[in-house]
């Protein structure tokens, strides 16, 4: 019997970098959900179960705090927010990674996945 593929949030602006992210997600066997605001966070939440909320860099910091509380509530589930250099603005319980290689990023999400088992 095959495992299910543990689901991924992937919230994004720029539907360019949401690509490169579903692409190393997929390649390393997870199932791709994507969102764009806080209210397709809630619904996607509600209706599929993600196993982690991912939110890039791409989102203003008050959009990200919106979607962090919708995830919060919603998904019950780890949030990680990526970041280039100015550092992460959401507050704990997120995870935090800042953007570095295409392994270096799918390390991380497969621990927080790992972890959560």
Do not use: N
């Amino acid at each position: 019997m095959q495992a299910k593929r543990k689901k991924i949030l992937v919230v994004s602006r720029d539907p360019r970098l949401a690509d490169v992210r579903k692409k190393v997600l997929e390649s390393a066997g997870f199932e791709v959900l994507e969102a764009s605001d806080p209210i397709a966070v809630r619904k996607a939440c509600l209706e599929a179960k993600p196993h982690l909320v991912m939110i890039g860099y791409s989102l203003p910091p008050a959009d990200k705090r919106r979607v962090w509380v919708e995830a919060r509530e919603y998904c019950k589930t780890p949030i990680l927010e990526l970041h280039v250099a100015e550092g992460p603005t959401l507050m704990p319980p997120a995870y935090f990674h800042e953007a570095q290689t295409a392994d270096d990023f799918l390390i991380t999400v497969q621990t927080i996945v790992r972890q959560r088992l």
